[in-house]
């Protein structure tokens, strides 16, 4: 894969390495008494590693013009593997902290084994490494498809991939030595957030500079949502991050925000983090997978372009839902909760033109596990969205917050909506991208799509019987005025379901790796170039009929 | 001018509402004007060729 770097890039590649390794050291040698050290250490050990793999191919020679007449896949094909391999590490951490509940016993007293270390390994595990990889693969590759262009540069899409799992290495690691800013999805150090940063511009020139040697006039709807993603993320991660560390060679930082601002911004923050990350950039992955797969285009891209600035500007507001009845001003409660009500409006367009499209195709989803996937997807996308919507209610809140339904609400979208519609798109990508005609077993890819709707139900089951009970259970008085069960009472009940809840997890485990295999056994298959299929295979070059390009 | 919660208060009932409510008309009337249709309509359908090469 160097040797498809020209020399420029290599030595460019060479050149970054290097200096990552320096700041890796530097941060070995100053913070040697700190956790950062640790970090120091790990960076160092990547990079060399990185710099040695760019060695052994530095005089290879210069890869040849043809690959200019090709879209850039390789980094896709990597990111795709770096995907399935984050969530299979982000879901089995998910069924072990599932298990800590049910049988606190299972942390053996290890300091780092504790619920409060490995929940962020779950949940950065699974949104940054699974759906971050999977976002930035697919991003690569829808791009380069709607635009009739191929990425600008062989450097920058590697940067972008390695370096945001670098910053995924480093999350993981310092959460298993305690290092955390305590915020929710934005726990990783000041350090981290600044390697970010950067790899987060890069990405965000990458796409723009792509889209500006385009040769299809007209952006594709699916790369409005993929650039919402990245543009807000990037501003979402910068504000919310804002903080001063106690020193250079110390983990620790301070942020910049303090009581009910702090509060306001993380949350702010969080909820636009389930926006942009978790709906928009998944959005643009079903606005170009779901009518590929299907072979019908999208239902109405008019509704399309309403529903993306409606998620784009109504999402923005509904932050402040996460904190009824706290000491934030009620109007600011009361904005939230009316944004969040207004939203199911573009939410529901979306999941609806979704399966609108798929409205006269539904032999096809019958037949097809991966197209299933995506209808799947959408379904979840549409019950998440309403459940969403009718917890933001101030009132409902009073009986749902702090309790287990929320737990359930987010995996309902997260299994449901972003797990499912990734699934069915990676179904779909890796036959085109490593040019096979098929994924090497129809039957594991139906296998997978039972044991993921299996686990989705019986944990979402779980957690709506277990939040509805807990919260009843905290707000039920006897005849004296005072609580009728004390919390312990709570945690009893709640037993059953997290043995529940784990089991369902556990389904959803087993079927990543099924996923996984099947995976590994497409990329083994012999590829098949045969003359009968045309699916995504070069084809003699035609005169398109849309405007033509001027060059 | 101090940059109180005051001030923020009333930009954002005022100028605020207002361009979000003229964004909203904005892509309503770009979304539905007539002859966007056509644009449209090819690039929903332009996705589903099987050509597979960057155009040079």
Known sequence: ?551 | MSLDHETLVAFSKSWGLFYLIALAIGVVIYALWPANLSKFHVAKQSILDEDDKPWT
């Open chain 1, 1 to 551: 894969m160097v040797a498809q770097l020209t020399s420029g890039e290599r030595q460019l590649a060479l050149v970054v390495l290097i200096a990552l390794a320096l700041v890796g050291l530097a941060m070995g040698v100053v913070g040697r008494a700190d956790p950062i050290g640790v970090h120091g250490l790990i960076v160092l050990v990547l990079s060399v590693g990185l710099t040695f793999l760019v060695l052994s191919s530095l005089y290879a020679p210069e890869p040849s013009a043809e690959r200019l007449s090709q879209y850039y896949d390789d980094p896709s094909k990597v990111g795709i593997i770096l995907a399935i391999v984050w969530g299979i590490i982000g879901m089995a951490m998910g069924v072990w902290v599932a298990a800590l509940l049910a049988w606190p016993d299972l942390t053996f007293d290890a300091g780092w084994a504790s619920f409060g270390r490995l929940r962020p390994v779950h949940t950065s595990g699974v949104i940054f490494g699974f759906g971050g990889n999977a976002l930035i693969a697919t991003s690569f590759h829808v791009l380069q498809r709607t635009s009739r262009a191929r990425l600008a540069g062989q450097f920058s899409p590697w940067f972008v991939l390695l370096g945001y799992n670098l910053f995924c290495i480093i999350a993981a690691a310092g959460y298993f030595m305690g290092v955390t800013q305590s915020k929710e999805y934005a726990e990783p150090e000041w350090y981290a957030d600044i390697w970010l940063v950067i790899v987060w511009v890069t990405y965000f020139l990458l796409y723009i500079r792509t889209l500006a040697r385009r040769k299809e006039p007209h952006i594709y709807v699916a790369n409005w949502y993929y650039m919402a993603f990245i543009l807000v993320v990037a501003v979402l991660h910068i504000v919310n991050n804002l903080a001063v560390p106690v020193s250079l060679g110390h983990a620790k930082s301070y942020s910049a925000f303090s009581g009910v601002q702090d509060a306001m911004t993380q949350w702010w923050y969080g909820h636009n983090a389930v926006a942009f990350f978790l709906t928009a950039g998944f959005l643009g992955m079903m606005y170009y997978y779901l009518p590929k797969r299907a072979g019908r285009p999208i239902f109405s891209y008019r509704l399309s372009i309403i529903s993306f600035w409606g998620i784009t500007f109504m999402y923005m507001w509904a932050g402040s839902h996460h904190l009824h009845y706290t000491a934030l001003p009620e109007w600011v409660q009361t904005l939230g909760m009316t944004f969040s009500l207004v939203l199911l409006v573009p939410s529901w367009a979306s999941a609806g033109n979704a399966l609108a499209t798929l409205n006269g195709a539904w032999h096809k989803v019958r037949d097809d596990a991966t197209l299933r996937f995506m209808m799947a997807a959408a379904v979840f996308y549409g019950l998440a969205t309403f459940e969403g919507s009718f917890l933001a209610i101030r009132q409902v809140n009073s009986l749902s917050h702090y309790t287990d339904w929320t737990v359930g609400h987010v995996h309902a979208g997260a299994l449901g909506w972003v797990a499912l519609i990734t699934f069915g798109s990676i179904y779909s990508v890796v036959p085109w991208l490593w040019k096979r005609e098929r994924m090497y077993s129809a039957a594991l890819v139906e296998v997978h799509f039972w044991l993921a709707i299996a686990g989705t139900v019986v944990y979402v089951f779980a957690m709506w019987n277990s939040g509805i009970i807990q919260g009843l259970m905290w707000r039920t008085y006897n005849e004296s005025g005072t609580l009728t069960y004390s919390f312990i009472d709570s945690v009893v009940a709640m037993h059953p379901y997290y043995i529940a809840r784990a089991f369902g997890g556990l389904l959803f485990l087993l079927g990543i790796l099924v996923c996984a295999y099947n995976i590994w056994m497409t990329i083994r298959m012999a590829p098949a170039v045969q003359p009968t299929s045309t699916a995504d295979l070069p084809e003699p070059r035609q005169i398109p009929v849309s405007p033509a390009p001027a060059e």
